[in-house]
């Protein structure tokens, strides 16, 4: 009986060796997974030199994981319909994408952007922050940061981001009726015709980096920024200077006299609610109705309304987008 004790134990210390070496038998079906649909959505696709992440998903939310573009070459048969339908986000975003105008067409052999969600293309200007983008398209700065898949807040100076659900700044303004006399027609805003020092191409300002245009030549400086009970910047240029569009668009306003403080004061619409507004002006150069381009001379820097100081010569410049006054300084660069 000791001996068959024994041999029990060495047998069962044997077994035991052995079970910590060879790995348990499992039949094949035992080991196979169902297969989940998620898995599929971490490859890599190629399409027309682009690598894209594929996904099934088709709600707008999930696809902001995403953020790569693809370029596509336009072939026979594609519309801006036809091609919203295909990548799921709306036509306006394409042409957006690819400054295509109001009913432009595209034609075989084009290039186009194609975004992986709704909204617009920005490209980053010199001194523009991830905060400072965000406020411009009012979106929130996390969106971006998500969708661009950004690691802190840090940009370069040409860096593309995609804004998704953003809107452009700047769109075709509306049109104003106004009734056209003999005199209106060959004079502009009060009746008087700009300084016949320079011809009126030559006293329009270079276009500066920013959404808009500085509203005055490059001698022009900040005197008043914006702030809580301010919402403007006040340029001003040494003895008064010209002052010019910001953007091109349709003056909706220009009027001489007190005008609550503004004094001879114009508004330009540009646009997807954006408005401009010019306050304190020695001249008025255009009336209301007046299609004006980026850049074009519009009045002459003074002082009339409400304007404190010796050095009051200089120009009220406001941004409202949807009615709202916001820091002009996200819009163009000093």
């Known amino acids: 009986m000791h001996w068959l004790s024994l041999r029990v134990r060495l047998a069962c210390g044997v077994a035991l060796l052995v079970s910590l070496v060879i790995p348990p038998y499992a039949p094949k079906p035992a080991m196979a997974f169902e297969d989940v649909e ?3 959505q971490q490859f890599l696709l190629v399409e027309d030199g682009f690598l894209m992440k594929s996904s099934s998903l088709t709600q707008q ?3 902001r994981a995403y953020s790569e573009a693809i370029a596509y070459t336009v072939k026979e048969g594609d519309s801006l319909e036809r091609l919203a339908l295909r990548y799921k986000i709306s036509k306006e975003t394409i042409a957006w994408t690819n400054n295509l105008r109001e009913g432009a067409t595209i034609h075989p052999g084009d290039e186009l952007v194609i975004l ?3 909204g617009v293309l920005h490209t980053v200007k010199a001194g523009q922050t991830l905060l400072g983008i965000a406020e411009l398209y009012d979106i929130p700065a996390d969106a971006v940061a998500q969708q661009n898949k950004m690691k802190g807040s840090f940009l370069m100076a040409g860096q593309e981001l995609i804004i998704p659900g953003g809107k452009p700044i700047v769109t075709k303004p509306v049109i104003v009726a106004a009734a056209m006399s003999s005199k209106a027609s060959s004079k502009k805003g009060n ?3 700009p300084p016949p020092t320079k011809p009126m191409e030559e006293l329009t300002t270079a276009p500066t980096s920013g959404v808009l245009q500085k509203p005055c030549s490059s001698n ?6 914006f702030n809580a009970g301010h919402y403007a910047l006040d340029l001003q240029e040494k003895g008064g200077g010209p002052i010019f569009a910001a953007e091109a ?3 909706i306003r220009a009027e001489n006299g007190w005008n609550g403080g503004f004094g001879n004061v114009i508004e330009i619409d540009h646009g997807n609610a954006l408005v401009t507004l010019y306050a304190h002006n020695k001249e008025l150069y255009v009336k209301a109705g007046d299609q004006v381009q980026r850049g074009q001379l519009i009045a002459a820097m ?7 100081g010796a050095t009051g010569i200089h120009t009220h410049f406001e941004v409202r987008v949807k009615g709202v006054k916001k820091n002009p300084l996200l819009y163009i660069e000093e």
């Open 116 to 118: 992986p969600v709704d």
């Open 38 to 40: 998620s898995v599929e």
């Open 220 to 225: 022009c400086f900040i005197t008043q920024y």
């Open 302 to 308: 003074g002082n009339t309304g409400l304007v404190y």
């Open 191 to 193: 009746g008087r015709t």
């Open 61 to 63: 939310g999930g696809r």
């Open 249 to 251: 668009g349709t003056v």
